[in-house]
C-alpha cells in the first residue's frame, strides 16, 4: 500500500512535467482538485521526489525565522528518514540532508545530515506553516517554501536552480484504485526498486501473478479478471479493518489515533524490531494516509473520526456539530478537515474542506470554545463555522494539532465527540 501509494504521487507529478530531483508544490491553499490521501488544506505543501541512482541527493531546509517547515523525509515505503524544520534534525536551524542511496561509500561532506536509504527513491513531503488564513500570509509561507532546494551532491559547490511545478488548479490523483492498476504501480515499484531483505519473501508470490523483475507485466484477460477480484475484495477487507482495528483516543468517544502503535514504532526504525512486521496495519493506514514521521507527536498529532457520538456513521446528508472547546494546546494551530469516506481525498467540488482556528471570520464562542458545524447547507448565522459535505455520501473528520502540547497527550484537554444536531 505505501509503495503503490507513492508511485501514484509520483506519477501526477510526472503528468505535470516533473522529474526526479524536482518539487511539486502548491502556490495556494489546496481544493478539491487534490486527491491526495486525507491531506492538509491549511498549509502549502511542498514535495520533492527525489532519486539517488545517480548519486546522492541534497534536499536543503531553510532556517525557520519569517516562516517555518514541518515535515519528514521518506523512502518510498513512506518510512521517514528523518524529520525536517523545528520538530527535526535541524531544530529549527535549517540544514542540508544528504540522502544516500543503496551501498554508498563515499565520506559525506562536514555540515551535512546524512541520511542512508535502502532505496533509491522517495519523497519529502514538507508543509509551509501559515501564520494565519489571510493572503498575506498564505502569500508569505509559498515564498518561504520556495527558498527549499534538492541538487544532487555532485553540485553542491555550485547547486543549480531548484525546479519548481506548480499544481494549484490541476488534477492530482492518487487515491488507491483498487484494480488492475493497483498492480500495475506495484510492478513500476518492483521494477526500479531494490528488494529489501525483510520483504523478499513476497518475490515468487509477485511471480505467480505476472510480477517480475526485469519482465513486462502483461497479465492476460483471465488473470485481469482475478485482480481486479482480488483488489476489490482487499478493499473490504482493509475497509473493515479500518473502521475496527484502532483503539479509543479516549475511553468513551469516537476520536481514535489512526495508526496502530506498532506501525509507528516501525515507520520510525525502519522495522528495526526483530520480531514485529505489522504488514496489515500498515496497510491499512495508507488505504486513508501518506507521509510519517520520525518523531510522533512533536511536529502534529492527528484524531480521526468517522461515527457520531451516538455511534452512526457521517451521513452528507445530516447536519453535525463539534464544539471545540477553549485553549486548544497548541503552539500553532488546530483544524478538523472532512473527507470523503469511500477515497479518504477531499470532497469533489466542495467549496472548502474544513475550518482551522486560523480560518479568516471564524467565530468564536463567549467562553472561548468553536462551534464547527458539518452538512448539506450552512445556516445564516455558521457560514463562518460551517464544512459542506455531499448529501448522497459518507463522511470522515481528521482533526489536527500543529505544535502539540501536553495537555493534548495527558489527555486534560479533550476533543468532545461530534453530535448529530439535524437528520435529513
Known amino acids: 500500500m505505501p509503495a503503490v501509494n507513492t ?62 517547515i514541518n515535515g519528514s523525509i521518506m523512502d518510498p515505503w513512506q518510512a521517514a528518514l528523518e524529520d525536517v524544520g523545528p520538530a527535526g534534525a ?16 563515499g565520506a559525506a561532506p562536514d555540515g551535512f545530515i546524512v541520511l542512508p536509504s535502502g532505496n533509491y527513491q522517495g519523497y519529502a513531503l514538507l508543509r509551509s506553516i501559515l501564520k494565519s488564513g489571510g493572503d498575506a500570509d498564505v502569500k508569505a509561507a509559498v515564498a518561504y517554501g520556495m527558498r527549499i532546494k534538492i541538487y544532487p551532491l555532485s553540485q553542491a559547490a555550485n547547486p543549480p536552480e531548484t525546479v519548481f511545478i506548480d499544481a494549484i488548479g490541476a488534477a492530482y490523483d492518487s487515491t488507491i484504485p483498487y484494480d488492475l492498476r493497483f498492480f500495475q504501480s506495484l510492478d513500476r515499484f518492483v521494477q526500479q526498486e531494490p528488494w529489501l531483505i525483510r ?12 510480477i ?26 482493509l475497509d473493515l ?14 476520536w481514535v489515533f489512526p495508526i496502530a502503535p506498532d506501525v509507528i514504532g516501525g515507520l520510525q526504525t525502519q522495522f528495526a524490531n526483530p520480531d514485529s512486521y505489522p504488514v496489515d496495519g500498515r496497510g491499512v493506514t495508507y488505504t486513508m494516509a501518506f507521509f510519517s514521521t520520525k518523531h510522533s507527536g512533536i511536529g502534529q498529532y492527528y ?9 452512526q456513521n457521517f451521513s452528507g446528508a445530516n447536519t453535525y456539530r463539534l464544539t471545540v472547546p477553549a485553549n486548544a494546546p497548541v503552539r500553532q494551530y488546530w483544524s478538523a478537515t ?32 468553536v462551534d464547527i458545524w458539518f452538512g448539506p447547507k450552512a445556516a445564516a448565522d455558521n457560514e463562518a463555522n460551517w464544512v ?5 455520501g459518507q463522511f470522515e473528520v481528521l482533526f489536527r494539532f500543529y505544535g502539540p502540547e501536553k495537555p493534548v497527550f495527558d489527555k486534560t484537554w479533550k476533543l468532545p465527540d461530534i453530535e448529530r444536531i439535524a437528520a435529513h
Open 199 to 210: 520483504d523478499k519473501v513476497m518475490i515468487d508470490q509477485l511471480k505467480s501473478i505476472g
Open 7 to 68: 508511485d501514484l504521487m509520483y506519477q501526477e507529478m510526472l503528468k505535470l512535467g516533473g522529474k526526479p530531483n524536482q518539487i511539486v508544490y502548491w502556490s495556494g491553499l489546496l481544493d478539491w482538485r487534490n486527491q491526495t490521501l486525507t491531506p492538509n488544506p491549511d498549509v502549502i505543501y511542498f514535495m520533492a521526489f527525489f532519486n539517488t541512482k545517480d548519486g546522492p541527493v541534497v534536499i536543503e531546509i531553510p532556517p525557520a525565522g519569517d516562516g517555518v
Open 388 to 392: 459542506p459535505t455531499r448529501a448522497n
Open 241 to 254: 479493518k479500518y473502521e475496527t482495528m484502532f483503539s479509543p483516543y479516549y475511553e468513551g468517544r469516537r
Open 338 to 369: 472532512v473527507y470523503d469516506r469511500a477515497t479518504h481525498a477531499l470532497i469533489r467540488d466542495m467549496v472548502r474542506a474544513g475550518r482551522s482556528s486560523q480560518s479568516p471570520g471564524l467565530q468564536t464562542n463567549a467562553d472561548g470554545s
Open 303 to 311: 484524531l480521526m473520526t468517522i461515527k457520531d457520538k451516538d455511534g
Open 212 to 237: 517480475e523483475k526485469g519482465k513486462p507485466f502483461s497479465p492476460d484477460e483471465d488473470t485481469q479478471r482475478i485482480l481486479n477480484a482480488a483488489a476489490a475484495e482487499a478493499h473490504a477487507w
Open 90 to 105: 535541524d531544530k529549527g536551524a535549517g540544514g542540508k540532508y544528504l540522502i544516500a542511496p543503496p551501498g554508498h561509500q
